[in-house]
């Protein structure tokens, strides 16, 4: 989103670079702008006016207003918007001269800036003209006003921002609007918005106590409540057991790296911007570590390995601390301290593609797993030989490991987009992307090729013949980091989990004092099943504590009383299939147990 | 050990201090270790005199030589010994001037150095003679020689040591002996240390590949192989279901914590000499946390508690750093960085004492199941109320907790003993002791009782009249770090794991390359049953690949040939049962799940 901001922000009211026009709806919310500048122009005359560019789903437009302006206030402005929609205005553009504009503009002055800047540009100046009002603009409107349906926009809220985004110049008011081809779109987006709101993961974790984000312990350090943790746990398993099916080892290794490993590993020449300060122990110098290479690496070293016994596969849930600015964090999604799903795999070079495949197999399957294929994307990411700070040196081991990674995709045939400049200082990478629900796009996580720290760490296995071999090594993950990946599944399933990774699969809710000894036969029932269950037996009405569960989007809700005590079978409301009646425990939990392991 | 050392290191051949004669056997040692320095100037006439005391198992005398003296040496001045002491030589005291010091020892310049000292403190000057040989000493000797048994000592090696343990100073040859009444109680000495030495858990770690200690990724940052973390699931595993027995709900918490927390909980006044530097993150300090206390008690304040909802207990498997000295670091016993099975409770003033006392029940169930209870051993650690600087200053609460932790102890006839000035900062602890196989004393871990920190952070919950009222807190592990219980248990069971605990419980051995794949049908059974196995079809010979896994002490050893094959029954070695034949792979599935799960 902020990216966009900036690539676009010189556009609009003036069009400067390579923006192209994108088409009518381009046009109509470019033109919308111009509209909106003359609405506030009639509330404020004295009002100046900035630039007014058109973002993803609108425009906005910024001013340097001479009296306040509410929120109340933009019914009115878009009243008088829609007013001139209907007067069925035309767009005319024409050249002017420098000094022609400086008469024109004489009583805007960030215009006369603007002025100014293109002249010394030496760019061809243009006006464009609507009724009476004339704005600086390289064009991209709609012929007449006519052409924009006066129900498919609507101005959504104010903020402030700086005069070329610079904390130094003046700060005005900002007016963001919305603006579709039709009513329905218009419509849908509001719906979608609205949707994307109630799953945020920040509003959710609250609302169903998953996890807790205090300042006291610290920003960017989350916690994850009990049910959060169950869930945790829940994503701990899956990820081991996906690990052990694929020939993985599980290890351990700490969060701390000495200076001398990151040395050796290149971390710190080419990663440390990622890195905290390092912690003095009596002598020794360590970092919180921002990846776990180097351990692995270590590990694998422990010993002399056989070609046959490559390649040798890695596992950690390994905790990680990378830079982040204060403003960026965002609940679990952008954390100073997180656990990856980590893992490294030591592999002959003849061997290499095949394995890469196999680790691709993996995350597809993961991600099914999780639910999450409908979400996610992937992204080839290569270097950029230009940028000779960031990437080590090596034409012939990049152009290599680009190859092959490129061949091991194709024939894998997963849809993928290549980005330039993306990939890791030590190889090339395929990121799994993710869209949040509002539709912003993060790595979750990714898969890289490296031929250079083996070389680094001279690290070494015995071939056919008894010669001496250099590995090479793939990083990857299973599911990304725990705490990301929690966060999109939040959201993905607006809290409503599916059973297996619900935090509490079923509560129990006795209807009166009465039965919660039976509640409680019932509970250890399930429990010693190994189902997460609860009793609800708070001083609520029964009415209350359903309500409570529902928006907690427990899956299974039981009730117990009279009926149940006597004729020992249970009645339950699912969330999903509805009212469940006179079944018997065994019943239940079975069919639970079933539900839980299908992982649907 | 070194504290024992540094308690003596006067004693000997000059008694200063309180040193009382220990008895028969004290004499024996302290006489001996005149013997040997008879001996040795015998073998280097010009040899300097240090100081010779008596330690645990024996005693030494350092020396200043002029020619090297070599370990194959020591034969030799031990047969000196025993002639020495077949003489039937007397040892005579008697109280000498400084002057007549100073002529005896004239050649000996430490001698005069401590004559001088002494002299100085005003203290008794005394020597006793044994045949021509005298010793400036406060004596504690045998009457004669004969009172020594020839074969109850060895001496047992060679080791450097400065004068007075000053760096400064000259550098001595020290020689250790071991002495006992008997050749028995001898003999008895030397086989266990010999089987110390083969349990030791940083021998055993390296042979059986449980850990790894890699000064490349830094010293007392011990790394998990898979063999090793095979163990570490099981002992989380083991943890998580007790604490879920005994009602704890499970969270998991950051490593990290604000400067702001650890200032609110006192531990930046009173423990910050166990704390590392803090790191900055874009402005904000953040301190490797020692202990999660903080924020547990964090996670407790996200909601107001009702007393019907008390006790709340959290666990966490909490990942900590505390400060240790370079020198002090060993194996998995004392890292820098660990994971204490970790627990706080949060309960009412009138539940305090019954929920303590359960969770004396857990501790002592928990270290009943890792079979660890013959080594276990309870301390009662009070403050000094003179340490005004360690403790914090309350001697109500001080007085009130303590009396109510003795009353559960008393109750709970739980056997222990108290030791003062051991408390934690803020609370009386029961500390959980363990003694290695060399025979040193270790905390294990401990539980706290805390009503300190409800009032540093102000916590609340409502009572029955609606009334706002502070919790009290317990602070508790359930087994104590995973590094440090890992290392007792490897030294308690020498390595042969229980069956539920070992890094590979089955082993299958097919005996030609023929039946690999029949091995892999059976390997996929047992993993498909929960069971840890792993195929060797490794290129040696049979009897080989037997005795490696003999050697890396495997439960059971299935061996797969023709027989097999043909019948489908199963021939296997138990390592504590012997063998096992014709025995169906359902039947031995059956029974390895059910000695797993009974954890013996």
């Not at 670079?17 to 909106?36: P, V």
């Not at 890195?275 to 694998?300: E, N, S, T």
């Not at 099943?529 to 409570?548: C, M, V, Y």
């Amino acid at each position: 989103m902020h990216k966009n901001l900036h690539k676009n922000s010189w556009f609009g009211i003036v069009c400067v670079g390579t923006m192209e026009n994108e088409g009518q709806l381009h046009n109509i919310r470019h033109s919308l702008a111009h509209l909106l500048a003359i609405a506030v122009l009639k509330h404020d005359p004295k009002a100046k006016l900035g630039i007014g560019p058109v973002i993803e789903n609108g425009f906005y437009y910024d001013f340097l207003l001479s009296r306040p302006l509410k929120e109340s206030d933009l019914s009115a402005i878009e009243k008088n918007m829609k007013k001139l929609i209907g007067s069925k205005l035309d767009f005319t553009g024409r050249e002017i001269s420098k000094k022609e504009g400086e008469e024109l503009f004489k009583d805007q002055p960030f215009k006369l800036e603007l002025l100014e800047e293109f002249s010394k540009d030496n760019l061809k100046l243009t006006v464009y003209t609507t009724g009476t009002f004339t704005d600086l603009c390289r064009g991209g409107h709609v012929q007449n006003t006519s052409k924009i349906n006066a129900n498919g926009f609507k101005l959504e809220r104010i903020a402030g921002a700086y005069w070329k985004s610079d904390q130094e110049r003046k700060q005005l008011t900002r007016i963001y609007g919305l603006a579709f081809e039709t009513k329905d779109e218009l419509d849908g987006f509001l719906r979608a918005e609205e949707e994307a709101v109630k799953r945020d993961h920040k509003k959710l974790g609250r609302e169903l106590d998953l996890f807790l984000i205090d300042e006291k312990v610290g920003r960017g350090l989350p916690m994850w409540t009990p049910r959060g943790t169950a869930v945790k746990f829940e994503l701990e398993k899956f990820t081991r057991e996906l690990e052990r099916k694929y020939g993985y080892e599980h290890i351990a290794t700490p969060y701390l790296g000495s200076e001398e490993l990151y040395r050796t590993s290149g971390h710190l020449d080419h990663y440390s911007r990622n890195m905290y300060a390092p912690i003095d122990m009596d002598g020794d110098k360590f970092y919180l570590r921002p990846m776990a290479c180097p351990h692995h690496i270590r590990m694998y070293q422990r010993k002399l390995w056989s070609y046959k016994e490559l390649p040798v596969r890695y596992a950690e849930i390994a905790d990680y601390n990378r830079y982040e600015k204060s403003g960026e964090l965002m609940g679990m999604i952008r954390v100073r301290k997180f656990q990856l799903t980590d893992g490294h795999i030591f592999v002959t070079p003849e061997g290499l593609k095949e394995e890469f495949k196999k680790v691709c197999d993996m995350i597809v399957e993961g991600m099914g797993g999780l639910g999450l294929l409908d979400i996610v994307s992937y992204r080839f990411s290569l270097r950029d030989p230009k940028n000779t700070k960031k990437y080590y040196p090596d034409d012939n081991l990049w152009n290599h490991a680009e190859g092959l990674m490129k061949e091991a995709l194709d024939e894998l045939e997963l849809p993928y987009v290549t980005a330039l400049d993306e990939a890791a200082f030590y190889g090339p990478k395929l990121d799994v992307q993710a869209k949040n629900v509002h539709g912003k796009e993060d790595t979750l996580f990714t898969a890289q090729m490296d031929f250079l720290l083996p070389q680094k760490f001279e690290m070494e296995y015995v071939d056919a013949n008894g010669e001496k071999k250099r590995p090479v090594m793939i990083h990857r993950s299973t599911i990304g980091c725990l705490e990301r990946v929690f966060g999109f599944l939040i959201e993905n399933y607006g809290g409503a989990f599916p059973l297996w990774l619900s935090p509490v699969q079923v509560v129990i809710i006795p209807i009166s004092e009465k039965f919660i000894s039976y509640g409680k036969e019932v509970l250890d029932k399930l429990r010693g099943a190994g189902i997460r269950g609860e009793l609800d037996s708070q001083n609520e009405t029964l009415g209350k504590r359903l309500r409570n569960n529902k928006m907690l989007k427990t899956p299974y809700i039981v009730i117990v009383g009279e009926q149940e005590a006597v004729s020992g079978k249970l009645t339950a409301e699912s969330r999903d299939r509805g009212q469940l009646k006179d079944i018997t425990p065994e019943q239940f939990m079975k069919d639970i147990l079933e539900e839980s392991r299908a992982k649907k």
